[in-house]
Structure formats: structure tokens, C-alpha cells
């Protein structure tokens, strides 16, 4: 009925390290090459393509054959490759067909053929390539053949050049090749040395020197073929007229530094492009004044009198113009600017006044500051998905209104059935909301909460605001800012609820903010509570960082999400967990030292729980200790919070698989375990974990339920947590009804107390109802958008441990069923989710499953709530340990993890629910039929752009068994499994000894003498059962 799949369909972000950048006029089609080898084009939303040089080297060059579809790359090694986008079965693919090394000379060191220019001819048929060694060689095209007989040695040009001039030095490797716009018979050939010579290729001669004597960086035509442009290394430009009678040109018509008369940088590339209006405009990039700005990164546009310095805040790459290709057309007329630098792409509008951005639809700079969290939401409501559109268009008003210029091909892909948000929290205290509903991950709005606390960057604003005398005009483009004013500021948990619009935000300081969004701004007071999860304990002095002072009186706030209130944790550690419920108007937040449960409509704090062990020393000294002033140096301050953020996750992982694994074997392999310990073949002996492991105290989950907790007859409110410990406290919540909110506060009893016997962490808890199904959230039953759970049958509650997971019966708290993760597969938990797989026969029908991450990068997906394994999947690489810690898993079967820094990488897991690039791109190229490509069998889609994924496989023998069946068979097949049935999976081992004592499991709310019974019951089993190796 419904199957199961692994495969990595689209990647969303800025390419990591990016290198080169070519653009197809005809086709409208843009493509970007990287350092580890991949090459990605892009045209209209929704048209992508990715491909990956065997050779893991920089791609250091990118042309494409105007209209054909096909592109020349250029790497770092010397080799050439041709990638061509092809039909099959209805859709665009892109593959790699040839590739091709220029030969050396004989007797020649290799540098002397290292290609250095590549120019494609306007006809597409031909290659002209540039050389260290001053040569020029022809490649045909496609078939990458060597035309030799029009092989340029710089001996043949130095024959033309005046004695004079030659002074016994060589022309010097060559910097540009450009086709004559109106003769293709002629190429502009420019050397280091400066030395500029029309070559007709025709005749074999020089139609035209250009004597150049400044070291030249780079040539470009005027549409006309009238006039060349060239620019040097001395920050300067020169215009050359073509038109003179003479054959040698020893001046140019003009020279300028724009930016002197102080030594400047080189002006690295530079264009011309002509206008009806009649201003030409003059775009280079470099040049800066070397002393003062020499390591701003700028393009400069200058048009008549009108100049700017946009001023980016990475490296530039490279940048190309969109304008008029058409051959009558007498002009240029560029419609936008596209520069690429090392952290994201800009679009910028030349034909509205000003000169405003135009916004991407893709390629967004996810990492403009450094991602610390994500969040994904499905099903947002409309009404949701309009404000936050809204506010966020608030909030860029100075955006051009221009359509994207680079629009090439058409999606096929069908328009998304559900709109989904992904949320990212950042180190500078935002948190950006994403369209995730498509291939292209849009940005919608950004939600600051700097401006809630005081902090030093409270006296930037200054700096930035620029002079009108300023000299250079910069002018700041794009959002890349990886500098942090206070790291303290750095998310840590979103939680959303997208029926009420409520947000929780909580940070590295200790700050839990309480949001909820609103259409108009706003002038208000932002409540504050503090709360002392140490209560009182003694013995504990927080060494870390001071919290985040709130600022006073009124503040204003822009349409979006606002604060109401600030709940500050004391001491002020980083937020571990937090999770709301907007029905009971509560929110619940862990750090490392305790939990605590605030309801903000009464504004009241409601119960404030320590959880730390007397040796948690290391929970006091916080991720900032070190950290002695906040004014010293940005990258330091910010090398020493990463090295403590990856030293205290060693910490909280005490043992690593790989080590318990072998000590364990170690232990096994000396000496023999006791005879009544019966162990099968393929479990593994896990140590139990000792009591004062460091950071013990962590919570790592809290989560809401209306379930049985005080007995089997009532159910209400009740609040889980799960520590580092491996405990799990549950409490009874009493919440007052909607009409008595306002009346009195909700109120926390102390219902269970669990303590898993092997003290690995909890990483989630979920209750099950009689169904066996996970409970709806928060106002779904009510706004019938689901049914209503189960509340008839009992209720359970599954506990995912680093270790295994386990299914407990309430209200007894008695084992059910279980799977040893680690015993079994050898690896540890780190992420887990419930998800929903929708069948892909049958439109209604679902089952719920556990899907879980391993550090070992594996996803293993496990029925619910029998907890039997149907299929598991490579996914991540196990080095890949930022990648694992970021995967987040969506409800419907879908998963993002972060590939690199900018990039994330979306998954599915559910045949039904894919979302992947599906386009196709018109060529115009004729000969289709010799294409390589159409003779390769369609390869999977090689997720290994970054260097951080490994293709997909799997094991077609462990699919669902239940894929031929019927809804109700289905229904059968998930149902739990009874312990003592002899169908029970003989993979789920299920072992009641040990695992439940009267120390494990405390209950604060059954009666004494029911309390009794049960411990003689368990005694009783414990003299009967064998002891068990993991629990």
C-alpha cells in the first residue's frame, strides 16, 4: 500500500566555497562551479541541476556554449570537461561527457600549457584557449579535439611586435581572449606584460597592436567593435579606439585610476555596456585605494556622473550582465548586474534610479549569520503563511520590484500540497522563517531580538551610517554578516504554535522570549520574570557568562513577532530544551541545571525543578567562561565559543560507541559472564553509565500530553522531561478552564519518576494513545484539523534513549516493548522523530513510524508503537558530526540536515512526499542524438557536492512486508505486539527484569498500599526472570 525510500533530492543554500560563475545568455541560465568539484545550474525557480567532477579539484573556470546546453569547466588540475543537460523520460538531466588535458610541449615544463583564459566563439563551435606559456590553442566543440593548425605560439606575435617594444622580455602568460563582436574571423588576445593584439584568424596576422605598458588584468569590448576597455594592476582602466588608421596603437584614447591618486588595488575584471539612453555604463570590479580600503571587497558601477561602490563582505568571485543578446539591437540596455562573492549571490537592478537589489528566489545565504538551531513546521495555515509574508515585506521596502533575470527552463514539478516553514535561529540572535514548501528555499522574514537586551552593538548604528562626502561611495548590498556583537545572543530553541501564532525563542543567556505576532507595530514594555532553577541549592557557583541585560521603559517594535515576555533562567546557561503549549498557555524550558514551567498569561512561574548531580561541576562553568571581554576580538571570542561547544559535547558523550563497544568485547572476551546471564548472538554488553557523569543534569526533552498519569479512570495535563541521566519526571498539571485563565494560575504535581537503568540520555518522549497513535498537537482536535486520540484504551508512553527506545503502560509505568539500539546495531541515538508516512495507493491512508538518526549517520525507521525495525539507510557520513547534530525530521516524512555551513540538504523517506527539482530546459542544439549523456542509464542524484554525503542504498529484503496489503492488514501489522505472544519479533527482545524496580520508578500519586503491591509484584518477577545486559 505505501513503501518506504531513502534518497537525497535537493539541496537549499548557498554552494559552499564557491570558485567560478558563467552565465548563458540565450538560455538565461546561470551555473557555479566549487572548490570540491561541483557544478550547479540554475534558471527559473524550480530548474536546478547538480553535477560532480570525479576529480575532487577546484573548478576554476565555467563557459557555456550559448543556447546548446552545454557547459566547458575548467579545473585546477588542467583538465577540461564538457556537461551537457539532456532529455530522459520527460525531464532535464545534466551529465558529464568528455573531458580533455591540453599536451604539453616537448622539452616544455607543464606550467607552459596551464590553461589560463578559456573564449568561447559566438558560433559555439569552437574553443580558443590562453596559456601560461603565452600560446593559443583551438579546441573543437563538442568533441573536445585539438585543431592544431590554429595553434597561436606567442613566438608567431612576438615577430609583429616592434623591436622597441620586445627589449628581450617575454609577452608574459595570456589574461584575455574576446571574440571581435562584429567579426568573428578576429580575436583580442591581451598578455601580462600589457601588450593587446587583434588577431585575424583568417590571415594568420595582426590587424591591430595595442602597446600597452601597464601589467593588464583583464579586456572587454564596446558592443560596436569601435573601442576596447582594459584594466590593470594599478587600480586603473584604459580606453583604446579601435577605428585609428594606424596598425599599432602606442596610447590609449583615456586612462584613469578611478580611485587614486593614492596606489590602489587591481581591478581584477572589468565591462562595458552601451545604452539607448546614451550613458554607457562601466562595471569593474577591485580597485580600491590600497592603504585605507584595500581589504573592502567592492564592484564598482559607473554611468556619466552617477558612481557607486557596492560593498560586499566577502571576496568577490566573479559577476556577469544581463542585457540585450539580440543582433540587431544597436545596444547593450544591461536590465541587472549578478555578482557572486564567497558567501552569496546579488542581484542588482541597472534600469530602475538607484540601482536597488533585486530580490533571489534561491540561493539564499543561510548562513548570513551562523546557524545555531532549526525548526520545521508543517501544514502552516493560510491565514499563518499571509502575515508572515506581510511582515516580511515590512521589513525590505527598498527592493526592486523587477522580475529575477535568470529564468531559464520550466519546473515540471508540481505545486506543493501543504505550505512548510523551516525556522533557523542564528548566532547574532535572529531567527529567519523559510518557504520550505518547494525546491527553492525563500526567505520570507527575519526576526531580530537584539533589540530587546542591551548590548554593544547598540552603538554600531553610527558606524554604519555613511557620509554624503564619503569618497569612496559605498554602499552596503547583500546580508552576509558573520560578525556576532554578543554571542550570548545566539538561538538555541524555536518552538511555534501555527494556530495561535505564538513563538518561543530561547537563547544562549539563559533568555526564554514569549512572542506572538501582530500585523501593526507596536510601543510596549516587555515583562520580566526570573527564575532560579538552582533553587537554592548550595554548593554550585556559576563561573559562566552574566545574562543579557534587558532594556528599559517602552520599546518599539516593527510588524512581525513581538515579545510580551522575557523569562531569564538563573544562572544564565544556555537553553537545552523548551517546548509550548498555547492551549494551557504554558511554556516549559530545560537548561543544563534544571527545568521550569512558566504560564505566561497569569505571568506566574509555575514549578522550577534542579536537576544537577553534586559532581556537575562542569554545568557551572558555562560555554563563555573563558570569554573574559566581549570587546576583544570577534574572531577570537568566537574560536574559543565553538572550541568550548565542541569540547562540552565530548563531554556529554562520555563514552563513544566505538569505545563501550570494544571495552565491552574487550571485557566479554576475558573473562565469561555468569552462567544465568543468557546473552543472544548479536547483542552487545553496554555498561551502565555512572551517576556522576559530568553534565548529568542536561535536559534534553520536554514535552506536553493530556494523558493518564494519576490513574486509569482520569486523564489531564501532564508535563514530561528527560535528562542527561537518563531520568525521566513527569508531572500532573492542573490548568484552569479557558473562562478561568485570568481567575488563577496552573499548578505542577510531581506524578512519576523514572530512571533508566543504563543512564543514557532521553532524547524524546511521546505519548501514544489507545490507538497507538502520537496525540495531536495543541488546537487540532478543537479546529477540527484532526481526530480526536484515543482516550478509551490506556495510554503509553514512548522513551527514546542515546541507547534504545522503550514503550511504558500508563498509568502503571510498566515496560511493553523495546528495542536495544545500540545492543543490536552498535550505534547511538541522536535524533529522533515521529512521522507519518501517507500511502501512496491509497489517498486516506497513513501509519505512524519513529524514525531515528544514529551517530554513525544511519537512519533506522521503526514501527509505532511495536517498535519492530522495517528498513534502515545510510545518510550522512559518521564524520559528518555537524551535519547528524543538525538533521531535523519533518512530520510527513522529510528530514534537513546542514552539508555545509550554507547549505542544507532535504531528504525523504516516504515515496508519497518528495520534494526534488523536476524542469526541463528548451536547447537549441540539433544533434541530440550523439549526445553522450542520452546513452547513460539515469544515475541517482550524487549528493556529494560538498564532499559530506555517500549515495543511497538500501536493502530492498528489509522493505515493509506490508506493502501489498490492505488498510485493515496494515492496521494489523502495527499494532503492538503482546510481550508474551509467540509472533513477538524476535528483534525486539523484550526483558522485564531489571528494568522496572521500586528504585526506578517512583509514583508521587498512587496510593500507599497500591504502591506496596506493586513493588511485591515486580520482587516477585525478579526472582523469577534472568538478569539482562542492557535495559
Same mark, same amino acid.
Given at each position: ?460 548604528? +553610527? ?128 537548561? +543544563? ?100 557523569? +559530568? ?279 502495527? +499494532? ?56
Amino acid at each position: 500500500m505505501f513503501s518506504l525510500l531513502s534518497v537525497q533530492t535537493v539541496e537549499h543554500g548557498f554552494p559552499n566555497q564557491p570558485s567560478s560563475l558563467a552565465f548563458d545568455p540565450k538560455l538565461c541560465i546561470m551555473a557555479i562551479g566549487t572548490k570540491s568539484g561541483a557544478v550547479k545550474i540554475y534558471g527559473a525557480p524550480g530548474v536546478e541541476f547538480t553535477g560532480l567532477h570525479k576529480e575532487t579539484a577546484t573548478v576554476t573556470q565555467m563557459h557555456f556554449l550559448p543556447g546548446q546546453g552545454r557547459l566547458l569547466s575548467l579545473l585546477d588540475d588542467n583538465t577540461l570537461h564538457l556537461w551537457e543537460i539532456y532529455l530522459k523520460d520527460g525531464y532535464s538531466h545534466l551529465e558529464e561527457t568528455r573531458s580533455f588535458v591540453l599536451p604539453g610541449r616537448p622539452g616544455s615544463p607543464p606550467s607552459i600549457t596551464r590553461v589560463t583564459v578559456i573564449s568561447l566563439q559566438s558560433a559555439g563551435d569552437v574553443a580558443y584557449l590562453g596559456t601560461e606559456g603565452g600560446g593559443v590553442y583551438a579546441l573543437e566543440l563538442p568533441t573536445l579535439a585539438l585543431l592544431e593548425d590554429r595553434t597561436l605560439y606567442q613566438d608567431e606575435v612576438m615577430q609583429r611586435v616592434p623591436e622597441d617594444y620586445r627589449c628581450g622580455k617575454a609577452l608574459g602568460p595570456v589574461e584575455s581572449l574576446q571574440e571581435h563582436p562584429r567579426d568573428p574571423t578576429k580575436i583580442l588576445i591581451g598578455y601580462s606584460r600589457g601588450l593587446m593584439v587583434l588577431w585575424d584568424k583568417s590571415t594568420r596576422s595582426a590587424s591591430h597592436l595595442f602597446l600597452g605598458n601597464q601589467q593588464l588584468e583583464s579586456l572587454a569590448w564596446e558592443r560596436s567593435g569601435q573601442t576596447i576597455v582594459s584594466s590593470h594592476s594599478d587600480g586603473g582602466y584604459a580606453i583604446w579606439s579601435v577605428a585609428s588608421g594606424s596598425a599599432k596603437t602606442l596610447q590609449p584614447a583615456t586612462s584613469t585610476i578611478p580611485y587614486g591618486p593614492f596606489p590602489c588595488k587591481a581591478i581584477n575584471k572589468i565591462v562595458w555596456q552601451s545604452c539607448d539612453s546614451g550613458g554607457h555604463f562601466i562595471i569593474f570590479s577591485g580597485g580600491m585605494p590600497r592603504a585605507s580600503y584595500g581589504d573592502r571587497h567592492c564592484v564598482t558601477i559607473l554611468q556619466g556622473q552617477a558612481l557607486v561602490t557596492l560593498d560586499f563582505t566577502s571576496r568577490v568571485i566573479d559577476f556577469f550582465t544581463v542585457y540585450d543578446t539580440e543582433v540587431e539591437a544597436e545596444s547593450d540596455n544591461p536590465a541587472a548586474l549578478v555578482v557572486l562573492v564567497e558567501e552569496e549571490l546579488v542581484a542588482i537592478d541597472l534600469r530602475t534610479p538607484g540601482w536597488p537589489t533585486i530580490p533571489a528566489p534561491y540561493l539564499a545565504p543561510l548562513h548570513s549569520s551562523a546557524i545555531t538551531c532549526s525548526y520545521h513546521i508543517s501544514n502552516v495555515p493560510l491565514k499563518l503563511w499571509e502575515r508572515i509574508i506581510s511582515a516580511g515585506e515590512h521589513q525590505s521596502p527598498r527592493l526592486s520590484t523587477a522580475n529575477w533575470p535568470i529564468n531559464g527552463g520550466r519546473s515540471l514539478a508540481q505545486e506543493p500540497t501543504q505550505r512548510g516553514l523551516l525556522l533557523t535561529g542564528h548566532e547574532d540572535g535572529t531567527v529567519r522563517f523559510w518557504d520550505a514548501s518547494g525546491v527553492s528555499l525563500k526567505p520570507l522574514y527575519k526576526l531580530g531580538t537584539a533589540s530587546i537586551f542591551q548590548t554593544d552593538c547598540d552603538h554600531s548604528d +553610527s558606524l554604519n551610517q555613511s557620509c554624503e562626502e564619503e569618497w569612496p561611495p559605498f554602499r552596503k548590498v547583500g546580508c552576509f554578516d558573520p560578525y556576532s556583537d554578543d554571542p550570548r545572543l545566539g538561538i538555541q530553541k524555536i518552538a511555534l504554535c501555527k494556530y495561535t501564532a505564538k513563538m518561543v525563542v530561547a537563547g544562549t543567556a539563559g533568555q526564554v522570549l514569549v512572542m506572538e505576532l501582530s500585523d501593526e507595530k507596536s510601543e510596549h514594555v516587555v515583562s520580566v520574570a526570573v527564575v532560579d532553577l538552582l533553587q537554592d541549592r548550595e554548593g554550585f557557583t556559576w563561573k559562566g557568562h552574566d545574562r543579557l541585560p534587558p532594556k528599559n521603559g517602552a520599546l518599539p517594535f516593527a510588524p512581525g513577532f513581538q515579545p510580551s515576555l522575557l523569562v531569564q533562567c538563573m544562572p544564565p546557561a544556555a537553553l537545552t530544551a523548551v517546548t509550548l503549549h498555547s492551549e494551557w498557555n504554558l511554556v516549559a524550558f530545560g537548561t +543544563s541545571h534544571g527545568f521550569g514551567l512558566y504560564d505566561y498569561h497569569r505571568r506566574n512561574p509555575v514549578l522550577a525543578r534542579c536537576t544537577l548531580h553534586p559532581n556537575d561541576s562542569l554545568a557551572m562553568e558555562g560555554p563563555l567562561s573563558r570569554v573574559k571581554s566581549l570587546k576583544k576580538s570577534l574572531r577570537q571570542s568566537f574560536r574559543r565559543i565553538r572550541k568550548s561547544r565542541v569540547s562540552g559535547k565530548k563531554r556529554v558523550n562520555t563514552s563513544s560507541p566505538s569505545s563501550k563497544v570494544h571495552e565491552a568485547n574487550a571485557q566479554l572476551a576475558e573473562q565469561p559472564g555468569p552462567h544465568e546471564v543468557e546473552m543472544t548472538p548479536v547483542q552487545r554488553r553496554i555498561e551502565p553509565r555512572s551517576a556522576d557523569d +559530568s553534565l548529568s543534569g542536561v535536559v534534553r526533552c520536554l514535552y506536553f500530553a493530556d494523558t493518564f498519569l494519576r490513574d486509569a479512570a482520569h486523564h489531564g495535563p501532564t508535563m514530561w522531561a528527560g535528562t542527561n541521566s537518563g531520568s525521566v519526571f513527569a508531572y500532573a498539571l492542573e490548568v484552569p478552564s479557558q473562562e478561568k485563565f485570568a481567575e488563577r494560575s496552573a499548578e505542577a504535581v510531581l506524578g512519576k519518576e523514572i530512571q533508566l537503568m543504563h543512564r543514557a540520555p532521553v532524547v524524546s518522549i511521546a505519548v501514544l494513545d489507545g490507538r497507538g497513535n502520537p496525540l495531536p498537537e495543541p488546537y487540532e482536535v478543537s479546529r477540527d484539523l484532526a481526530k480526536a486520540p484515543d482516550m478509551q484504551g490506556s495510554h503509553s508512553v514512548l522513551i527514546a534513549s542515546e541507547e534504545q527506545f522503550k514503550v511504558f503502560t500508563l498509568p502503571k509505568v510498566s515496560a511493553k516493548t523495546k528495542f536495544k539500539l545500540t545492543a543490536h546495531e552498535g550505534c547511538r541515538v541522536r535524533k529522533v522523530g515521529l512521522v507519518s508516512f501517507a500511502s501512496a495507493a491509497c489517498e486516506d491512508y497513513a501509519e505512524n513510524g519513529l524514525a531515528c538518526l544514529t551517530n554513525l549517520g544511519d537512519i533506522h525507521i521503526f514501527t509505532v508503537p511495536g517498535l519492530r525495525p522495517q528498513v534502515h539507510y545510510d545518510c550522512v557520513r559518521k564524520e559528518d558530526i555537524s551535519g547528524i547534530a543538525s538533521c531535523v525530521f519533518t512530520k510527513h516524512g522529510q528530514g534537513f540536515y546542514l552539508i555545509s555551513p550554507s547549505e542544507f540538504e532535504r531528504f525523504s523517506l516516504s515515496t508519497r512526499n518528495i520534494t526534488e527539482p523536476l524542469c526541463i530546459l528548451d536547447t537549441s542544439r540539433s544533434h541530440d542524438a550523439t549526445c553522450l549523456g542520452n546513452s547513460f542509464a539515469l544515475t541517482p542524484k550524487l549528493n556529494q557536492a560538498n564532499g559530506t554525503h555517500v549515495v543511497r542504498s538500501s536493502d530492498p529484503n528489509r522493505s515493509l512486508s506490508s506493502i501489498e496489503r490492505s488498510p485493515e492488514e496494515h492496521q494489523a501489522s502495527f +499494532s503492538p505486539t503482546p510481550v508474551d505472544s509467540p509472533n513477538n519479533s524476535i528483534d525486539t527482545p523484550l526483558d522485564m527484569t531489571g528494568d522496572i524496580t521500586a528504585e526506578e520508578v517512583k509514583d508521587y500519586l498512587t496510593p500507599s498500599e497500591e504502591t506496596e503491591r506493586n513493588r511485591r509484584n515486580i520482587n516477585e518477577d525478579e526472582a523469577r526472570s534472568p538478569g539482562i545486559l542492557i535495559k
